[in-house]
């Protein structure tokens, strides 16, 4: 049985997750968004999804990097670009240690199939 305070706060957060998850990396933005702080927003997040909100920031950039390597004839950096992340080495390295496999090998494994 879930607080209305907490469900108000998952939805909050799903909705700027959604409109944000591109440049928004850090937890700190988005408690500030939901007037909250970054502890109590991973509290709630924790006692709900049983995730952080790191874990559910990285998962939605990851699940949108799939969506652009799968759909569109991007470059890896490009993809990297509009992520937000700072160089292509560090889009690389953290999809690699969320998904088992490097960008390229992703993107290559998908259109085997």
Do not use: C, W
Not at 29 to 58: A, G, M
């Amino acid at each position: 049985h879930l607080s209305p305070s907490y469900v108000k706060i998952i939805e909050d957060f799903e909705i700027l997750l959604e409109r944000n998850f591109h440049k928004g990396k850090s937890p700190i933005f988005y408690s500030s968004q939901l007037h909250i702080t970054p502890k109590h927003l991973n509290r709630v997040l924790k006692d709900t999804l049983n995730k952080t909100t790191s874990e559910l920031i990285s998962e939605r950039t990851i699940l949108e990097a799939k969506r652009m390597l799968v759909h569109s004839h991007n470059s890896l950096t490009d993809i990297a670009a509009t992520l937000s992340f700072s160089d292509y080495s560090y889009f690389s390295k953290m999809f690699k240690s969320k998904t088992g496999s490097s960008p390229m090998g992703f993107r290559k494994e998908y259109l085997k199939k």
